[in-house]
């Protein structure tokens, strides 16, 4: 379709354009998605409004002046699936409504799933399953889907899910009402489906608690619950077989695993405090106050508990990281030097510090001892000023 530009602007790598009788729908407007497509064969990335004003982001750069004319193709596909979600949630509304008295407060669509906030404070499974399983029997009968314009003052005589406002009914404006037979009557400005049965399937992907009394469920429906049906049954299938059983047992092999999986990691933990220990017996019957040691984050971190030098630098390598702990010494004023002399990203206290290396150990070794005598020697020349005052 052909629109006239009313402004336009050049961005840093995008094009801003105002057209003038905006026949785009707006990102957010009425909680749906915004139109897709493109301006001249340059892809739509955003629909705004501005006042009267509606304002589509493209990718590059269009050279025309006010006055012109832009081509917009629209993506008849997301507008499709666009009112497949919307008249979901009108249904799904609709049904919590009337089976368990929840109002729906907040509506929101995504590009992946959509949510509904409802006045609810509990929402057990079963409950759940009831609403999902009215709303696809609705679906399967296959329930005409009506919209009709009409003036305020008659939509607001109506019995509609939500009430209009007085400041509508005063108007005199039109309001477009959508009907699904037998179930809802709601004002809506939205794109919607001719009947029930281009919903295909619905289903409700999550719920969690939201702010007070209200509870957000997370759903899909058309083709999104179809690819959300296939990726969930790829991975089951992928599941099932590392696992090697079938569906309706992985619950139970998997809780299996969790609980193996903590016994194993309570035994690794004791296992890593007897190494820890022994090697720490070991670094405190040697001479030097820098010890460096490689091993395991476990055995690592573990070490300095049992370290019973007066004085020492203990610097722990496992992988990238290091871990810095001692006992007169500033990790601090270590870090700071390390930096001058390689390249490692972290920080450190007085008494503890971490950061990342991934150059070769001899040389790590080699500067941390360095940056301990350095560190003693102005410790001796700071004493000895001292005592000559």
């Known amino acids: 379709m052909l629109e006239a530009i009313r402004e336009i602007r050049l961005g840093d790598s995008t094009t801003l354009v105002g057209i003038c009788y905006g026949n785009v729908y707006v990102d957010g407007e009425g909680g749906q998605l915004g139109d897709r497509g493109s301006v001249d064969d340059h892809k739509i990335l955003s629909v705004k409004k501005d006042g009267e004003l509606c304002s589509i982001e493209i990718e590059g750069f269009i050279h025309k002046k006010a006055g012109e004319t832009v081509?917009?193709?629209?993506?008849?596909?997301?507008?499709?699936?666009?009112?497949?979600?919307?008249?979901?949630?009108?249904?799904?509304?609709?049904?919590?409504?009337?089976?368990?008295?929840?109002?729906?407060?907040?509506?929101?669509?995504?590009?992946?799933?959509?949510?509904?906030?409802?006045?609810?404070?509990?929402?057990?499974?079963?409950?759940?399953e009831l609403v999902e399983k009215i709303s696809n029997s609705m679906i399967a009968e296959n329930r005409g889907v009506g919209i009709e314009m009409m003036p305020g003052d008659t939509a607001g005589k109506l019995d509609l899910r939500k009430a209009i406002s007085e400041k509508v009914v005063e108007s005199g404006k039109d309001v477009r009402i959508v009907t699904i037979e037998g179930i809802d009557k709601s004002a809506c400005g939205g794109f919607h489906v001719e009947s029930t049965g281009d919903l295909r399937v619905l289903k409700i992907i999550k719920r969690e608690k939201v702010k007070g009394d209200l509870i957000r469920i997370f759903f899909v429906a058309g083709e999104r619950a179809l690819l959300d049906y296939g990726r969930k049954h790829g991975v089951l299938v992928r599941a099932s077989s590392t696992l090697s059983c079938g569906f309706l047992d992985l619950p139970g092999r998997v809780d299996s695993?969790?609980?193996?999986?903590?016994?194993?990691?309570?035994?690794?933990?004791?296992?890593?405090?007897?190494?820890?220990?022994?090697?720490?017996?070991?670094?405190?019957?040697?001479?030097?106050?820098?010890?460096?040691?490689?091993?395991?984050?476990?055995?690592?971190?573990?070490?300095?508990?049992?370290?019973?030098?007066?004085?020492?630098?203990?610097?722990?390598?496992?992988?990238?990281?290091?871990?810095?702990?001692?006992?007169?010494?500033?990790?601090?004023?270590?870090?700071?030097?390390?930096?001058?002399?390689?390249?490692?990203?972290?920080?450190?206290?007085?008494?503890?510090?971490?950061?990342?290396?991934?150059?070769?150990?001899?040389l790590l070794k080699e500067h941390i001892h360095e940056a301990a005598v350095n560190l003693q020697k102005a410790g001796e020349k700071s004493e000895s000023k001292d005592s000559t005052q």
Not at 82 to 89: E, F, L, P
Not at 93 to 108: H, M, P, W
């Open 71 to 128: 081509d917009i193709e629209i993506d008849i596909r997301r507008r499709r699936d666009i009112s497949v979600q919307h008249t979901a949630q009108h249904l799904l509304s609709a049904v919590f409504d009337r089976e368990l008295g929840a109002r729906t407060v907040g509506f929101q669509m995504g590009e992946e799933y959509s949510t509904i906030d409802l006045t609810i404070s509990i929402l057990t499974d079963e409950m759940q």
């Open 257 to 362: 695993l969790v609980e193996e999986v903590k016994e194993a990691k309570a035994s690794l933990r004791k296992l890593s405090e007897r190494v820890a220990e022994t090697v720490a017996r070991e670094l405190n019957l040697t001479d030097g106050e820098t010890i460096f040691v490689e091993d395991s984050e476990e055995v690592v971190s573990l070490i300095p508990k049992y370290l019973e030098k007066k004085e020492y630098l203990f610097a722990g390598r496992f992988g990238d990281r290091v871990l810095l702990s001692s006992k007169g010494f500033d990790c601090g004023t270590i870090v700071t030097y390390l930096r001058d002399k390689l390249e490692v990203k972290g920080g450190a206290g007085k008494e503890r510090g971490q950061f990342i290396f991934s150059g070769d150990s001899s």
